[in-house]
């Protein structure tokens, strides 16, 4: 990707390769999104491709840890923090809006519904590099940045205790990740993440071959 937006984004960042607070979001994460963007924008009826290269690049501008208290206020952060930017770029006074509302609208903890197509697009999107193998990967790397387990050698699964995605890592899958696929709100969407979730429980599948004696 290369365009005005990114390098407003690199500027913002310090021109930092890799600015974000973990692996799980910094410029792949981006390249990533908008190539979901795009998947699903190309079986959706003529949204603003503009608009959500803005949003899309834009998204996690400010992106806060995990575990920060205030985490829920990042996608609202960023939206603010993106406009001025977003109209340095050249993108029309217009739009800036509508920009602002798909960034606000992608985050998961935010909780914020999309009112538009291309707010639809980005969250399912962003919430598709959730997912999948690449879900996997940034599931464990933000896990490891926060010192939580792999796992509870006693109960991987959770069978008899409660889920508690704050000390194991794999109990993130069922406290949010598998969870994701019910909540996209486009075909393509739910289609691919209904894929991506498919390999995920495969996984864990094979996970619990490996690591339960017997």
């Known amino acids: 990707m290369s365009c005005p937006f990114e390098a407003a984004l690199a500027d913002y960042w310090g021109a930092a390769p890799d600015p974000g607070p973990d692996p799980a979001h910094d410029m792949a994460h981006i390249a990533r999104v908008w190539a979901n963007v795009q998947a699903i924008a190309a079986e959706e009826p003529a949204p603003d491709m503009e608009l959500l290269r803005a949003a899309c690049v834009f998204h996690d501008l400010v992106s806060l840890p995990k575990d920060a208290p205030n985490r829920s206020d990042a996608s609202r952060l960023s939206a603010e923090a993106a406009r001025p930017l977003a109209r340095s770029c050249g993108l029309p006074e217009a739009k800036l809006g509508a920009m602002a509302h798909a960034i606000e609208a992608h985050s998961f903890s935010a909780g914020i519904p999309p009112r538009t197509r291309e707010a639809e697009i980005l969250q399912d999107a962003d919430r598709l590099d959730a997912l999948g193998a690449i879900g996997i990967a940034r599931m464990f790397a933000v896990s490891g940045s926060l010192g939580r ?3 509870d050698p006693e109960d991987p699964l959770a069978r008899a205790r409660p889920l508690d995605d704050t000390a194991f ?11 994701l696929p019910a909540t996209m709100r486009t075909e ?27």
């Open 169 to 179: 890592a794999l109990d993130h899958f069922e406290t949010k990740l598998l969870k």
């Open 188 to 214: 393509a969407g739910r289609r691919l993440a209904e894929t991506r979730a498919a390999y995920m429980r495969d996984f864990l599948s094979r996970l619990m071959r490996e690591i339960e004696p017997g």
């Open 149 to 151: 387990a792999l796992y």
